[in-house]
């Protein structure tokens, strides 16, 4: 787990705008006020000239990250239900390097020293990540999500607020968990698959397969 125990500031440029953005934002918020030395000093955004009260650096496209000083991480928050693999195309397409990005873990969050957690990981308000849970780069656990013992997540996951995801569960890249969603243990869920809102998932999940219900069925498939 990196927290920022150093004495000088991280200065953190969010790439993406107000939807997860501002939430990133609002948990660096809550970091600094608890003493981690850590500041949200801008983002970097295609359309905004500035985002709640952050100025917009620069685009994301054009690669201004690198015009910014070397000291500066980045956070990317540029997740969409539908189009997690075009994001993740993005952000691979800037080729920054991992050490360039930042992990913010909020102070409510209980974080077991035994789980392993990525470069680029935003863990917000009340999240639970359990021993030997691991959570690849750029992965986001929104406000109050679990994550249960050694359940290994990997790359631009999104686990939306209160999703619940069992032990020993293995979720590939770029999938969305959608919120209030309920996931056994012992499952694999595909890359860029989506469950749905509040759905309760009891067998496997195909890469790109889209699930809701309980018990979630297939509605469909992004490929
Ligand atoms: C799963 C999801 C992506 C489907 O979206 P979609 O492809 O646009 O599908 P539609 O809205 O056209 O719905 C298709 C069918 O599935 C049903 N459905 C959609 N989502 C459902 C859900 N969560 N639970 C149960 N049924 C659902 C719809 O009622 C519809 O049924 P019908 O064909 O009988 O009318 C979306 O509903 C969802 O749950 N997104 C997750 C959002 C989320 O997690 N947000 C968190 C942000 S922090």
């Known amino acids: 787990m990196e927290i920022n125990l150093k004495n000088t500031t991280e200065k953190i440029v969010i790439i ?14 809550d970091c600094k006020d608890d003493g981690q030395n850590i500041e949200c000093i801008g983002f970097l955004n295609d359309i905004e000239k500035e985002i709640n009260g952050y100025p917009v650096l620069g685009g994301i496209r054009n690669m201004d990250w690198k015009k910014l000083p070397k000291e500066y991480k980045f956070i990317y928050a540029m997740s969409s239900v539908k189009k997690s693999a075009d994001r993740y195309q ?20 209980i974080v077991s020293k035994k789980s392993k957690i990525g470069t680029g990981v935003a863990l917000m308000p009340l999240t639970l990540v359990s021993p030997n849970a691991i959570i690849g780069n750029h992965s ?31 979720i590939k890249n770029g999938a969305h968990i959608g919120s209030n969603s309920t996931t056994i243990e012992h499952i694999s869920i595909g890359e860029y698959s989506i469950i749905g809102l509040g759905s309760v998932v009891l067998k496997d999940i195909k890469d790109y397969e889209t699930v809701v219900g309980n018990p979630a069925r297939v509605i469909g498939s992004l490929k």
């Not at 993406?16 to 660096?28: C, D, E, L, Q, Y």
């Open 16 to 29: 993406g705008g107000s939807g997860n953005g501002t939430v990133i934002a609002s948990t660096i918020e």
């Open 90 to 109: 993005l952000l691979l397409d800037l080729n920054i390097p991992i050490e360039r990005f930042a992990t913010v873990i909020h102070p409510s969050s």
């Open 140 to 170: 986001h656990m929104l406000a109050q999500s679990f994550i249960g013992h050694h359940a290994e997540i990997g790359e631009m996951v999104f686990v939306a607020n209160n999703a619940s995801i069992g032990g020993f569960i293995k």
